[in-house]
């Protein structure tokens, strides 16, 4: 069976206190591909991705976060519940430990849990996260960044249209040609409803307060103790590029890949080289 066609299974578990939706494809060494944060994540975000590392002889699991997809609800919107649901979802499928595989908000979800518990993360893919690269003295907003921003805040107060599910996805895709009827349908589909309401109950949290005394996760990144990989897209947003070449040059001893004509949605832009450089990694 090939890459394309191998089956990938709907299912459910109840963790941590939810009913969480998952996809699953093949048996082996567990790999949970964890979705971003933006309006209209889900584990469909890896569908293309995951029958490619089953054929690798890998489980491949990607579930949608609390308030994510078909998911529960939950009444706490915050990133920390989103962070513990990873662990409980593991312990609901009796996994010991699970390489995970981190899209946008989700690294630095995944690299804090990899810091505090080792012993559950075999290894660590990050995608695309900007929060775990250093900022840029004097840096300025692109117009394209302000424009996506735009967006986003007019998507907290009203319901997006399907155009407007279009526009987001166009402003993190480089190869719109991707963005097929059915995937734009399927997105709409995870950005409306209690996916709406969740998002805007996300978005209404007041932002954590910051400790200037704490180590930004970025300059944590040589403490991860499982093998560590980071793929960023050449032209992602917020200076990404930039800000990837300062972290290799400050960190030179990290595994980090910059691949081209990618910007922020980095599993669907850049399916041949994840798969290319994550599936060794694993091995």
Not at 119 to 142: F, N, Q
Request: glycine letters at 6%; hydrophobic letters at 45%; one cysteine or more.
């Amino acid at each position: 069976m090939s890459a394309t066609t191998m089956k990938i299974e709907d299912n459910s578990v109840r963790a941590a206190g939810l009913e969480l939706r998952y996809l699953e494809a093949g048996g082996g060494h567990p790999v949970i591909f964890l979705h971003g944060g933006s309006l209209g994540s889900s584990a469909d975000v890896f569908a293309r991705n995951m029958p490619a590392f089953a054929k690798a002889g890998f489980r491949a699991l990607a579930f949608d976060q609390p308030g994510f997809g078909l998911s529960e609800t939950p009444d706490d919107h915050s990133v920390g519940l989103r962070r513990k649901s990873v662990l409980a979802f593991m312990d609901a499928l009796g996994l010991p430990s699970a390489a995970l595989i981190a899209h946008s908000q989700a690294g630095g979800m995944a690299v804090q849990i990899a810091l505090a518990s080792p012993e559950r993360v075999s290894h660590l893919a990050v995608l695309g996260t900007g929060t775990l690269l250093p900022p840029l003295e004097d840096a300025k907003k692109s117009n394209e960044g302000a424009a996506q921003q735009r967006l986003e805040r007019k998507m907290a107060t009203h319901e997006p249209t399907i155009e407007d599910t279009r526009k987001l996805l166009e402003a993190n895709l480089y190869h719109h040609e991707l963005i097929t009827p059915e995937a734009l349908t399927l997105r709409h589909a995870r950005s409306t409803g209690k996916n709406f309401e969740a998002f805007v109950a996300r978005s209404a949290l007041p932002a954590a307060p910051k400790d200037p005394a704490a180590t930004p996760l970025w300059r944590r990144l040589t403490e991860v103790t499982c093998p560590l990989l980071l793929i960023y897209g050449r032209n992602d947003r917020a200076n990404a590029y930039e800000r990837a070449l300062k972290l290799k040059e400050l960190a030179p001893q990290l595994d980090l890949h910059i691949t081209p004509d990618c910007k922020h949605l980095v599993p669907w832009d850049a399916q041949a080289d994840v798969e290319r450089l994550i599936i060794p990694f694993l091995a």
